[in-house]
Every structure is written in structure tokens, then in C-alpha cells.
């Protein structure tokens, strides 16, 4: 029950507060882990064979311990007052939710860009994607947040929100140790889980193991959108035909669910240190990439996540009233 009233709050929390600036986050402190073993790591491990073993090494420690110190905290805050577990807990999933930081995002680039001030939106987009933006056209800065706030809706939003509402129904684990669990592997795919060096083998372990931790919440939350759409059969069709050519298990899905529904195409090339990297193209061109596609696209994650929180809602409450 106690689990159940912290998911509802943590969503409210992250709909109206987000990440207070300034604040401690989880997240920064996975990232200290990861930074600190990492750097220890690629000075002591000189093979492939023994930087494989730390990078599961790290993945197993930082996701079971993230999870596991989530558990102990609001274990202690129940110890203490229930009521004091409730606000911890909802604390800690509140972190896991990034809807309200893509949001704040995609407009911190969407309002000098919309203002016409190119550079400034150059500029602050490089803050959210890792993509060369210092010559960008606006076609192109809104295909780059289009493509963010669809990527991420998946496993900043969506993911998080499943493995915390598994973690409802299993009391003796909870809502928030789920929920950091998962978001520790995903921290762990944004710092390491890449195949150029020096992460080729580090990061493959955090790499594989978000791909198989985010499947089943990605292709759920397609079919929840393809629904929300009232069009599932022809936004299932582009699925199938474009993202399985996306080198990405689960991004190219995520994206592709919005790109048709929305009518517009995603992908195309992008430059990274100056190097070009071609991403496969993601739906049809009907209508064009515009602030309005971003903002609807920010909609439908949000009524999406709305629909499994109230479903998740219903479930706990018949079953705790059988």
C-alpha cells in the first residue's frame, strides 16, 4: 500500500517540481561511482578479457547496490514513521521520472530557436545531445530534440515507470528499488555503454544489459502509443519496417512509434567530432519536424504514462480489496 501512495505522489512530484536545481540526485552519485571505477578500471585492466570482468563488475555492484541502499533507506524511514518512508520513497521515484526535465528541456531549446536566435539554440541543445550542433539548421535542431524527447521517453520515462510499478506489486521490494535498479542501468549505458574505445569492452556488459532491461517497457509502451494513436495497425506497419534496421534494440522503436503517429521522419545523418554517422530513416515525411511536433510528441508520452499509472492504479486497488 505504502508503495502504492509513493507512486502516485512521486508522479505528481515530477509533473510539478522535476529535479529541484541544485539538489542531490541519485544520479549524480551513480555517475561518481561510475566516473571513479571507470577511471580506476581502465588503469589496471590492459586486455579485453579483464576489462570485461569490470565492466560486469560495475554493472552488477552499482545496479544491485543502487537498488539495494534505495531498499535500506526507506526500510529505516518506515523503522522511524511510516509516513516518513512514504516521503522518502516517493523522493527516490520521484529522481527516476525524467518527464518534467524533457520537457524542460526541448523548451530551453525550442524558445531562442523560435526567437530566431540560431546560436543560442545551438549552443544550449549541445547540452542535451551528443551530436556536433555548432552547424546545425533548424530543420535539423528540431529533427535533433525530436529525436531526444522520442529516444527518452522510453527509458527516461516509460522504463522507470515499469520496473516501479513491478516493484508495487512485489511489497517486500517496493516501488523505488526497482526503479533505481533500472535507472542505475541506464546511467550505466550513457557513460560506458559505448563500442568506440575506451569503453569497447567496459561498457559492454551495461550496454547489453539496458538492451534487455528496456525491451519489454519499449514495445509496450509502442503498442500503448500505437493505441493512443487510434491508427495501431499502420503505426505497428512503420515499426516493422523501420526500426528493426536501427542498430539499437530499443531506441529505434521508441522513436519510430512517434514518428508515425506524428507523420514526420526521423534519422539521417549526424556528425560527431566531425565524423558523419548516417542513422537509418525513421517514417514517412508526410508533415514536417515543428515546435508543434515536439510538444505533441511531449503530449502522448505524457497520456501514456497517465494511462499505466491509472491502469497500475486500478490493478493494486482490486487486489487489495479482494
Known sequence: MASGVALIIAALLD???????????PVQVMGWVISRFT???????HN?????????SLGIILIIGSGGIGWLIIQSARWLHPLLGIALESILLASCFAGRSLRAAAV???????????????????????????????????????ETVTENATDGVMAPLFYAIVGVF???IGAAPLALAYKA????????????????????????????????????????????????LYVWRICHRDAVSDPSPNSGWSECAYAA???????????????????????????????????????????CFLLWLGVAIAIFLILINR
Open 39 to 45: 577511471k580506476c578500471s581502465l588503469q589496471l585492466c
Open 48 to 56: 579485453s578479457v579483464t576489462q570485461r570482468l569490470a565492466g560486469i
Open 170 to 172: 512485489i511489497p517486500v
Open 108 to 146: 530551453a531549446v525550442l524558445q531562442p530557436l523560435t526567437a530566431g536566435n540560431l546560436e543560442e539554440a545551438r549552443k544550449t541543445l549541445s547540452n542535451y545531445v551528443g551530436r556536433d550542433t555548432q552547424n546545425l539548421l533548424e530543420p535539423e535542431i528540431l529533427r535533433a530534440i525530436l
Open 15 to 25: 509533473y510539478l517540481i522535476g529535479d529541484p536545481w541544485g539538489w542531490p540526485h
Open 185 to 232: 542501468s541506464s546511467t550505466l549505458d550513457s557513460m560506458v555503454g559505448y563500442r568506440e574505445a575506451p569503453y569497447t569492452y567496459l561498457g559492454w556488459f551495461s550496454a547489453r544489459l539496458e538492451d534487455y532491461l528496456t525491451w519489454l517497457p519499449c514495445r509496450l509502451t509502442v503498442i500503448t502509443l500505437a493505441l493512443l494513436s487510434q491508427k495501431p
Open 261 to 303: 503517429i506524428l507523420g514526420v521522419q526521423m534519422g539521417g545523418i549526424n556528425w560527431y567530432r566531425g565524423v558523419a554517422k548516417h542513422k537509418p530513416l525513421l517514417g514517412d515525411a508526410i508533415y514536417p519536424i515543428t515546435p508543434t511536433s515536439i510538444q505533441n510528441a511531449l503530449q502522448l508520452t505524457r497520456y
